[in-house]
């Protein structure tokens, strides 16, 4: 596993910390949601919706929740929408909004 | 890879110059013995849960030096480098026997990672260094007890620290 990923798997155990402690700002099915983006953009540098749908912490989800969950992270700001692509893909967002 | 060891001697700097002259003041019996918060447990749980049997490698430096720090040109004492060699390996043999029975915690699978179960893992690494340095050099309950909490409490908030230190990297974007 490359440096970068094991920096990804320390923050996600320190995020599932925030949510156990109160402090986690994203519903179960967001965190989820966005776990499954930071492993596919291990591998992929733009994230498909339906990439996201199939990836296995998610495939439970309906895809009312899914969508809803999902616009949430863009309004939130912890996953952005593609710059000047077609619609359905993402980019993890370093910034998200406080 | 060699961040564990910067880690290690950092945690080991806390604990020693910062938090063992408090705990001096209130808990006197445990002066010179044992940390209650012994941040450099938190260092090699973490390391070894992450990096596997490399944790050794990426240990081994810090650790030596944080020895040499404390024991001088003792470090090299058989006992010293047993002891070492404790430090470094029992946690990835560790999370590498839990897993042979069948618990495996893994960093990279498609569950997400579950920090209770590290730090459960944590005492069961504290508790197998503290027999086994018991083993080797014989220790006086009271330390073998205070070396429990102290691991414990040093895993917990070594987590704590980065949890509030990647959130707020991640509030201030740049993490």
């Known amino acids: ?24 700002e994203l519903s179960h099915t967001e965190r989820d949601i966005y776990y499954a983006a930071s492993d596919i953009a291990k591998t992929e540098k733009q994230i498909r919706t339906t990439g996201l749908m199939e990836h296995a912490l998610v495939a439970e989800v309906s895809r009312p929740t899914f969508f809803r969950a999902l616009k949430s992270l863009v309004e939130k700001g912890y996953l ?15 910034k998200p909004n406080g | 890879m060699f961040v564990a060891s910067v880690a290690y001697v950092a945690a080991s700097f806390v604990t020693f110059k910062i938090i063992g002259p408090v705990q001096d003041v209130f808990f006197p ?3 010179g013995h044992a940390s209650l918060l012994f941040l450099p447990h938190g260092v090699r749980v973490l ?9 050794i490698v990426a240990l081994l430096p810090g650790v030596f030096a ?13 006992s010293r480098l047993i002891a070492i060699a404790i430090a470094v390996a029992t946690a990835p043999a560790t999370f590498r026997l839990l897993a042979t029975l069948g618990w495996d915690l893994s960093p990279g699978r498609d569950t997400p990672p579950c920090w209770p179960c590290i730090m459960a893992a944590g005492i069961v690494i504290s508790v197998i260094i503290a027999a086994l340095t018991n083993l080797a050099f014989g220790t006086r309950p009271v330390d073998f007890v205070a070396y429990l ?3 414990f409490f040093g895993l917990f908030f070594l987590m704590m620290f980065l949890m509030f230190f990647f959130r707020f990297m991640r509030h201030h974007g740049t993490a």
Do not use: H
């Open chain 2, 47 to 55: 390391a070894g849960w992450l990096l596997g049997w490399r944790a």
């Open chain 2, 29 to 31: 019996a445990l002066a």
């Open chain 1, 80 to 94: 952005a929408p593609s710059q000047g692509r077609s619609r359905g893909l993402y980019e993890i967002n370093r």
């Open chain 2, 149 to 151: 909490i102290g691991d």
């Open chain 1, 1 to 24: 596993m490359p440096e970068i990923s094991k920096l990804t798997e320390l923050r996600k155990l320190l995020l599932g910390m925030e949510r156990s402690l109160g402090l986690q």
């Open chain 2, 66 to 78: 944080v020895f040499w720090f404390v024991g001088g040109a003792d470090v090299f004492l058989p």
